[in-house]
């Protein structure tokens, strides 16, 4: 099994990336939808909300049986969450159906916690580097979502070019699985409650403050570029450009981070010691997001655009603290209850994708407040990383 944990982990990410291109795709495609449905831009913006919402709640059902039992059935299943939407929404004729479904391609976010159990029986030390890989699909997805539309637009016109780039990424979506699934080795994910006595993750101080460590970095991915984009003055290459770089330095920062995340853990081994590497890889990541964050508020100010994508590249690092933080659960809890503490952490940091994009949207009114937010969101992520690292640990409580 050894020699294949590498490839596994790639197949994973190729998974994600084609799950993931759903994430903006139909925003490409903006001038078209406002047409073909009839709609406001206001209107338009559910379609997002309603898919964001969704990553919420692939996280609360977790908690359930919906993901557990086989791996590769729990895979098959949550690709479907994004792909067979896919399939059914060039063909409806109502906008809120469309929202609807969105909503269910939230789902696809639950490969991550679903993924962060293989990566915890596969690897050790390499966790944090395998799970970056991975991870940095996500942003591969968005590039081969955003690149599917500009080439469907270009090639075809008005609700054809919707209608064979939607169609065209859920084929790929299971071709992809279905190769994985040829490839990749299935294990049982339990679904019995933990035998650990006593162990129920939600009563853990540990995993409120440790969930919450991964919070301020969300806030950051999902709202930033939007934000960016609305306030700064920048032709529309430009911000092509800009969307591009800020998507490509989150897939790098993902896995140059994780990499980092490996070295350091390879130190020390122990339970202790894999999550001293975690909080300094998450530590490092937020303290670089600070600086970016400020290069971004200034170029934003001057609409210098060489700065903004200076910001942007920089900024990107905040996704380094993904790897270390998804391999937290497998390294700090009892094996018997890991992959109910995975879900229990993505939920409590995602709850930011349900709560940023309102809030910035609702209560920022200028460029200074928008921005003071931001830089104070890595210093609560390092505040909040250094009480959990002073905690003692649920596998050490319960060991």
């Given at each position: 099994?050894?020699d294949?944990?590498?490839?596994?982990a790639?197949m994973?990410?190729?998974?994600?990336?084609?799950?993931?291109?759903t994430?903006?795709?139909?925003e490409?495609?903006?001038?078209t939808?406002?047409?073909?449905?009839?709609i406001?831009e206001a209107a338009?913006?559910?379609?997002q909300?309603?898919?964001?919402?969704?990553?919420?709640?692939a996280?609360?059902?977790?908690?359930?049986s919906l993901?557990?039992?086989?791996?590769?059935?729990s895979?098959?299943?949550?690709?479907?969450?994004?792909?067979i939407?896919?399939?059914?929404?060039?063909?409806?004729?109502s906008?809120?159906?469309?929202?609807?479904?969105?909503?269910?391609?939230?789902?696809?976010?639950a490969?991550?916690?679903?993924f962060?159990?293989q990566?915890?029986?596969l690897f050790?030390?390499?966790?944090?580097?395998?799970?970056?890989?991975?991870?940095?699909?996500?942003?591969?997805g968005?590039?081969?979502?955003i690149?599917?539309?500009?080439?469907?637009?270009?090639?075809?016109t008005?609700?054809?070019?919707?209608?064979?780039?939607f169609?065209?990424?859920?084929?790929?979506?299971?071709?992809?699985?279905?190769?994985?699934?040829l490839?990749?080795?299935?294990?049982?994910?339990?679904?019995?409650?933990?035998?650990?006595k006593g162990?129920?993750?939600w009563?853990m101080p540990?995993t409120w403050?440790?969930?919450f460590t991964?919070?301020?970095?969300?806030?950051?991915?999902?709202?930033?570029?939007?934000?960016t984009?609305?306030h700064?003055?920048?032709?529309?290459?430009?911000?092509?450009n800009?969307v591009?770089?800020?998507?490509?330095?989150?897939?790098?920062?993902?896995?140059?981070?994780?990499?980092l995340?490996?070295?350091?853990?390879?130190?020390n081994?122990?339970?202790?010691?894999?999550?001293k590497?975690?909080?300094?890889v998450?530590?490092?990541?937020?303290a670089?997001?600070?600086?970016?964050?400020?290069?971004v508020?200034?170029?934003?100010l001057?609409s210098?655009?060489?700065l903004a994508?200076l910001?942007?590249?920089l900024?990107?690092?905040?996704?380094?603290t993904?790897?270390?933080?998804?391999?937290?659960a497998?390294?700090?809890y009892?094996?018997?209850?890991?992959?109910?503490?995975?879900?229990?952490?993505?939920l409590?940091?995602?709850?930011?994708?349900?709560i940023?994009?309102?809030?910035?949207f609702?209560?920022v009114?200028g460029?200074?407040?928008?921005?003071?937010?931001?830089?104070?969101?890595?210093l609560?992520?390092?505040?909040?990383?250094?009480?959990?690292?002073k905690?003692?640990?649920?596998?050490?409580?319960?060991?």
């Amino acid at each position: 099994m050894s020699d294949n944990r590498w490839k596994f982990a790639l197949m994973d990410m190729m998974v994600v990336a084609a799950g993931f291109g759903t994430m903006h795709m139909l925003e490409k495609f903006k001038g078209t939808v406002l047409t073909h449905y009839g709609i406001t831009e206001a209107a338009m913006g559910y379609q997002q909300t309603a898919f964001v919402v969704g990553l919420f709640v692939a996280f609360l059902l977790g908690g359930t049986s919906l993901f557990k039992g086989s791996f590769k059935r729990s895979v098959a299943l949550i690709v479907s969450f994004a792909a067979i939407p896919q399939f059914i929404i060039p063909f409806v004729g109502s906008w809120w159906v469309v929202v609807f479904l969105r909503f269910f391609q939230g789902f696809i976010v639950a490969l991550i916690a679903v993924f962060s159990n293989q990566v915890g029986r596969l690897f050790l030390a390499e966790r944090p580097f395998a799970k970056g890989i991975i991870l940095s699909g996500i942003f591969w997805g968005g590039i081969y979502g955003i690149s599917l539309a500009k080439w469907a637009s270009h090639s075809y016109t008005g609700w054809e070019a919707v209608r064979v780039a939607f169609l065209i990424s859920a084929i790929v979506m299971y071709l992809i699985l279905g190769l994985w699934w040829l490839l990749v080795e299935d294990f049982e994910i339990p679904k019995e409650k933990s035998s650990t006595k006593g162990a129920n993750v939600w009563k853990m101080p540990f995993t409120w403050v440790f969930g919450f460590t991964f919070f301020p970095a969300l806030w950051v991915i999902f709202t930033l570029g939007s934000f960016t984009l609305h306030h700064a003055e920048f032709s529309s290459s430009e911000t092509a450009n800009l969307v591009m770089t800020l998507e490509v330095s989150m897939a790098l920062w993902s896995i140059v981070m994780g990499y980092l995340g490996y070295r350091l853990s390879v130190r020390n081994t122990s339970n202790r010691g894999l999550f001293k590497a975690i909080v300094n890889v998450m530590t490092l990541s937020y303290a670089v997001t600070f600086i970016g964050l400020f290069f971004v508020w200034k170029s934003i100010l001057s609409s210098n655009y060489t700065l903004a994508m200076l910001g942007l590249a920089l900024t990107g690092i905040v996704q380094g603290t993904g790897p270390a933080f998804w391999t937290t659960a497998p390294a700090t809890y009892p094996k018997e209850i890991y992959p109910e503490a995975s879900f229990a952490l993505g939920l409590i940091s995602n709850s930011a994708n349900a709560i940023a994009p309102n809030v910035m949207f609702l209560l920022v009114s200028g460029i200074t407040q928008g921005m003071a937010i931001f830089l104070a969101m890595p210093l609560i992520g390092i505040a909040l990383l250094l009480t959990s690292s002073k905690m003692k640990l649920p596998v050490e409580e319960f060991s």
